[in-house]
């Protein structure tokens, strides 16, 4: 298994969408496997794969507060299959988003179709932080960024926050 590094934002590749896995192979095993050190690693509880400059519809998780509780999922293709009416608020971060959050609203509980690691066909149904977690991971499949779903004021200046900490990392 391997460290990946996490692209941040403003970042092209964080922009696109995301191909799907035509078949669960070694290769994509072995990108779930190092998604997931690199999450565990960050820490964070969600990483998608365009977030490791991979460019498929590969997603991985853990709301486990412990590392007793690890409890960890990988998805291949994951679709939205349902989501309630209700909805819910949290404040949300992201490792490509690195020290800004905000709240984002999102229906309280969804039904996700995708294939595990193993290449089989599964269905969760999510609520609480998971459904939450599970659908900004998603997004990132489409080139959407939980900061996308605030005010264009709030969404530019943590633009230009991330890119001025590049630039000044970069000039070190
Ligand atoms: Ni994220």
Redesign the pocket.
């Known amino acids: 298994m391997a460290i990946l590094p996490i692209l941040t934002a403003p970042d092209p590749r964080l922009k696109a969408k995301a191909a799907r896995v035509a078949t669960v192979d070694d290769r994509i095993r072995t990108l779930m496997a190092d998604m997931l050190e690199t999450m565990y690693k960050a820490p964070g509880i969600?990483l998608?794969a365009p977030?490791v400059g991979v460019g498929e519809r590969v997603i991985v998780m853990d709301t486990g507060k412990t590392e007793e509780d690890r409890n960890p999922l990988r998805m291949a293709n994951p679709e939205i299959v349902w989501a309630s009416d209700e909805d819910n608020t949290y404040e949300e971060g992201?490792?490509?988003v690195p020290e800004h959050y905000g709240n984002v609203v999102r229906p309280k509980e969804v039904k996700v179709r995708y294939l595990d690691q193993d290449g089989a066909a599964r269905e969760i149904h999510a609520d609480g932080l998971l459904a939450t977690v599970v659908q900004?991971?998603m997004d990132?499949l489409d080139g959407i960024?939980?900061i996308d779903h605030l005010s264009s004021l709030k969404r530019n200046m943590i633009l230009r926050k991330l890119l001025k900490t590049k630039r000044e990392a970069e000039a070190e």
């Open positions: 969600g998608a977030q992201c490792l490509s900004h991971e990132h960024l939980f």
